[in-house]
């Protein structure tokens, strides 16, 4: 057990839809970091919050959103679904928003696996 | 644009032997380079760590090396076992950024 807990571990949905996804940082982390990973493509990173402040967006679709709450849960929310959402979506945290001489170790989450029928 | 690049065919080797796995990068130049283990279906686990003004980090069986010269870090992982096999990914951040960028990894296979 990492200590990042991630909900729901399965999903199976249909086009066209919306669905939440949900994110327990490890304890005394502040940063939450998304992740899609497709079949046989590489991590790609979605969104990044610190402190419940959004800090950095990669190749997050305008379809996806995502949020930090006060008590550092993190939610990805995405909608209106295509066929190509179907993928692991990883949540990871690290105790750090930026830092400039050290390094970002991220915890990884066991991740929610959306499949979109 | 930036660039990690791993070798995405997958690495066969017999138990016992050293495995390495090859990152390379280009139009980059990370402050340091972390690698990771992803299992099938779960989440990538930190590995080792090594920074720009690091040769070489060991940890057991694992050593990392970091040419800033050749943007390139190996891997390695000496009397490997066959629950060794997995995907091992690079990972690599510019100074400043907290933004980790993964590379595709690398699937090791460890034959008994």
């Known amino acids: 057990d990492s200590g990042v807990t991630q909900t729901p571990k399965h999903l199976i949905t249909a086009t066209g839809q919306r669905v939440t996804l949900r994110c327990s940082p490890r304890s005394g982390d502040l940063s939450v970091y998304w992740y899609q990973q497709s079949l046989d493509q590489g991590l790609q990173f979605l969104i990044q919050y610190y402190n419940g402040e959004e800090r950095a967006k990669g190749n997050i679709l305008e379809r996806f959103s995502a949020q930090q709450f006060p008590d550092l849960h993190s939610e990805l929310n995405l909608s209106s679904l295509e066929l190509g959402d179907s993928a692991l979506y990883f949540c990871?945290?690290?105790?750090?928003?930026?830092?400039?001489?050290?390094?970002?170790?991220?915890?990884f989450g066991a991740g929610s696996r959306l499949t979109v029928l | 644009s930036q660039k990690i690049e791993q070798n995405s065919e997958a690495l066969n080797i017999q138990e016992g032997k050293t495995a390495t796995l090859t990152c390379n990068y280009t139009n980059y130049s990370p402050a340091y380079l972390q690698w990771y283990r992803q299992d099938p279906g779960r989440g990538p686990v930190f590995l080792l760590l090594i920074r720009e003004n690091e040769k070489e980090k060991r940890k057991e069986r694992l050593k990392v090396t970091f040419d800033t010269t050749l943007k390139q870090s190996l891997f390695h992982i000496t009397a490997s076992q066959p629950a060794d096999s997995a995907t091992y990914l690079c990972v690599a951040a510019e100074g400043g950024s907290y933004i980790p960028t993964f590379g595709r990894g690398t699937s090791l296979i460890v034959h008994p």
């Open positions: 990871a945290s690290s105790p750090q928003g930026i830092v400039l001489s050290g390094a970002n170790v991220l915890t």
